[in-house]
């Protein structure tokens, strides 16, 4: 009799329903799965050339899950986050954990590969023509990819190609008058501004021969020569040129007994020494407090000027009675329409002392830039025309969702307009605008383009001409790590860790009492 029952509530079971596939479903469906393939076809050659198969695995797994994923019916919630995890990953996570581990190496000018890279570049670098040595008529070409040597002997008119792995003999090539050679089967030659584009490579190419190495002396020469210095693995040292520097594995330099060290380095762990060197270094940590103090003062004046410029503006227009509101709003956001790396070089003109706009306009003789307290007021003047139309455009977009029952409500009550706008109005926008002035401040905070377009972190005072009155941190850090020793990275890298972390505990603050704002008007 169960049985029966069972049977008969289960005839008299409703369907379930079907999922109905719509069109916007199926395309994101057929574009996510179309990326996941293109970035296995583009990605997949390279890491089996490199031989990175931990790399290799990880995307094939990667891209069978995502197929696997899109292919069936189930996990509809996976489907629409698993993207967005994707690119907060690529875009957010592994750019910070990056920079966190560039921090901790040595990695810049000097130090950006490997031991044997530089061993080899240093080799090759001291490449000198012996006396009597050999000399070629040089062409270079391509074979498939890669660049290489053709080689003509003045004397024998035989042509051979050279590259790293060493010479082979080249048939059928056509040797013009000059020695040079105009084509050869299997080899694209390079024109002579292909060849110029590619100096750079040009130059550092070496071909090992019995006797030494074949290097270019410039574009449609090349002698042979040898390498006057040398590596001994047996002392792991570099030794020639009556001196001998032995690897220090914790600087990534060959270094010799006065301490001096060769140019050409690698790249190594360095630990703490990035962060150390920040709060030691005198010339760093002298003007880093100075630099901070102004890097705030900057951000707050930029957010608090653009906000309560942006919201009054928003306010005007607002009101019942204005008429020609979007007229106004038109020209109100053009500012922000236009492109902010030009409209700063037009200001930075506009601030010159001896034919800007604003000195003539107003029959000034002032020094915008040449002194702190006018420069630091022109590059927040500058980002007030900058951004108070944003601020505008968000304080617009508050002012609709606020009952305008409320601001009645409050008039019926004796409030007066300021006191409405006090109690009412101004605590509701910043409930809805306070993460925005948060993300603002942040953005100001390392606005790099706001400073190097406009004041270029000037004026530079002459007892210390590596930090200016109006640098931020972002550009002191800049100036500090790309300037006249060249890119350090590594450098580069803990600096900005730093201000990293000064602006998210700085968020951190503000949110935590956005919160308790919201909860007393919630």
């Known amino acids: 009799m169960t049985l029966d029952v069972r049977a008969a509530s289960g005839a008299h079971a409703p369907p379930r329903p079907r999922r109905e596939i719509t069109t916007a479903f199926l395309v994101s469906r057929i574009a996510v799965l179309a990326v996941a393939a293109a970035l296995l076809v583009y990605a997949a050659p390279p890491l089996v050339a490199a031989g990175s198969w931990p790399a290799l695995v990880i995307l094939g797994g990667a891209t069978a899950v995502i197929a696997y994923l899109y292919l069936t019916r189930r996990f509809i919630p996976a489907k629409y986050l698993i993207p967005g995890t994707l690119f907060l990953i690529a875009f957010q996570v592994f750019p910070v954990l990056y920079t966190v581990s560039t921090a901790f190496t040595n990695f810049g000018d000097g130090h950006r590969g490997d031991k044997t890279a530089a061993i080899t570049s240093i080799e090759t670098g001291s490449v000198r ?6 000399e070629y008529n040089l062409t270079t070409a391509l074979k498939g990819d890669r660049l290489v040597f053709l080689l003509v002997d003045p004397k024998t008119k035989q042509v051979q190609s050279g590259d790293p792995a060493g010479l082979a003999p080249v048939t059928g090539a056509q040797v013009g008058v000059t020695g040079k050679v105009l084509r050869a089967p299997g080899f694209t030659v390079l024109t002579a501004p292909q ?3 590619r100096a750079q490579q040009i130059a550092a190419l070496a071909v090992p021969t019995r006797g030494g190495l074949i290097k270019a002396n410039g574009l449609s020469r090349a002698v042979e020569g040898r390498a006057a210095l040398v590596y001994d693995a047996r002392c792991d040292c570099v030794q020639g040129e009556g001196d ?22 690698w790249q190594v762990s360095v630990g703490f020494a990035n962060f150390a060197r920040v709060l030691t270094n005198p010339t760093i940590s002298g003007y880093f407090i100075g630099v901070f103090g102004w890097n705030v003062v ?34 109100l956001i053009l500012p922000y329409a236009m492109p902010a790396f030009a409209m700063l070089l037009v200001w930075r003109d506009m601030f010159n002392r001896d034919f800007g706009l604003i000195n003539q306009l107003f029959g000034l003789d002032v020094d915008w830039m040449g002194q702190p307290s006018t420069a630091r007021l022109a590059v927040i003047l500058v980002n007030l025309w900058l951004g108070f139309p944003y601020m505008f455009l968000v304080t617009t977009g508050a002012l609709q969702a606020i009952p305008r029952e409320l601001t009645e409500a409050a008039s019926i009550d004796g409030a007066t307009p300021w006191h409405g706008f ?15 002035l948060i993300s603002s401040f942040a953005f100001n905070f390392n606005n790099f383009n ?3 377009l406009t004041s270029e972190g000037g004026p530079f005072p002459a007892e210390s001409p590596q930090v200016g009155a109006t640098d931020l941190l972002i550009t002191y850090t800049f100036r500090l790590a790309f300037g006249t020793y060249g890119a350090q990275f590594g450098f580069a890298a803990s600096i900005s860790v730093f201000i990293f972390a000064i602006v998210a505990l700085i968020s951190a603050v503000a949110f935590r009492r956005t919160r308790k704002q919201e909860e007393v008007y919630a």
């Open 129 to 134: 023509q012996a006396p009597g040595s050999p």
């Open 195 to 197: 060849a110029a584009a």
């Open 244 to 265: 001998r520097w032995t690897a220090d594995e914790g600087q990534g330099y060959f270094v010799n007994a006065k301490g001096a060290h060769l140019a050409q380095g």
């Open 298 to 331: 900057f951000a707050l004046a930029s957010v608090a000027s653009t906000f309560a410029l942006g919201m009054a503006v928003a306010l005007a227009l607002h009101h019942p009675r204005m008429r020609g509101t979007h007229a106004y709003r038109i020209a």
């Open 422 to 436: 006090r109690k009412v109005t101004l605590p509701l926008l910043l409930v809805a605008l306070t993460p925005l």
């Open 450 to 452: 706001a400073i190097a």
